[in-house]
T-cell receptor, first 114, second 109 residues
Framework: ETGVTQTPRHLVMGMTNKKSLKCEQH?????MYWYKQSAKKPLELMFV???????ENNSVPSRFSPECPNSSHLFLHLHTLQPEDSALYLC?????????????FGPGTRLTVL | GQNIDQPTEMTATEGAIVQINCTYQ??????LFWYQQHAGEAPTFLSY??LDGLEEKGRFSSFLSRSKGYSYLLLKELQMKDSASYLC??????????WGAGTKLIIKP
């Protein structure tokens, strides 16, 4: 089983749709992250969960709603998105929030909003 | 504000050596990371530097100068599979990673 998995890998949705992205990690980590990656821009941290508690929300619009039911799973619920939300959404995990270890990334979900 | 700068794109020849530079200005410093990202794939960890100096790991080496806010990733004996984007990231005082926009490395035969 690969370390961090994400589903779906590709998603096309209309502006009025509701969809969810799923992330699962099999590494026994306690911190999980959502990032947005747009072409030629730095990764943007969206949300951080540490031991299932949300510790950061980097001014993300409310049309993005995270959920972390346990330390292994992370969801990003999407509704009434805008075309500028089209991007690669990456999930990552690390042993815990405040440490020096690298983050392990999933392959991402390529999201297109029409 | 916090800022990470790295070149947008570089081109090198198979078998050669290339150096990718990264300069940073951040609120505190808890280490600098380099990641490799092939097109359409997850970023994967390459190196971590927290003390000044050179860290060597096979064909890849990473250098850090904290006083200059500067790092570089050195890739030797380039192979076609090294064509990828290389991301520089600094961990700030809040243990948050601040990312550069990445350097796309193109390897030519």
């Amino acid at each position: 089983e690969t370390g961090v998995t994400q589903t779906p890998r590709h998603l096309v949705m209309g502006m009025t749709n509701k969809k969810s992205l799923k992330c699962e990690q099999h590494l026994g980590h306690n911190a999980m992250y959502w990032y947005k990656q747009s072409a030629k821009k730095p990764l943007e941290l969206m949300f951080v969960y540490n031991f299932k508690e949300q510790t950061e929300n980097n001014s993300v619009p409310s049309r993005f709603s995270p959920e972390c039911p346990n330390s292994s799973h992370l969801f990003l619920h999407l509704h009434t998105l805008q075309p500028e939300d089209s991007a690669l959404y990456l999930c990552a995990s690390s042993p815990q929030r405040e440490d020096y270890n690298e983050q392990f990334f999933g392959p991402g979900t390529r999201l297109t909003v029409l | 504000g916090q800022n990470i700068d790295q070149p947008t794109e570089m081109t090198a020849t198979e078998g050669a050596i290339v150096q990718i530079n990264c300069t940073y200005q951040t609120s505190g410093f808890n280490g600098l990371f380099w990641y490799q990202q092939h097109a359409g794939e997850a970023p994967t960890f390459l190196s971590y530097n927290v003390l000044d100096g050179l860290e060597e790991k096979g064909r890849f080496s990473s250098f850090l100068s904290r006083s200059k806010g500067y790092s570089y990733l050195l890739l030797k004996e380039l192979q076609m599979k090294d064509s990828a984007s290389y991301l520089c990231a600094v961990m700030d005082s809040n243990y948050q990673l601040i990312w550069g926009a990445g350097t796309k490395l193109i390897i030519k035969p």
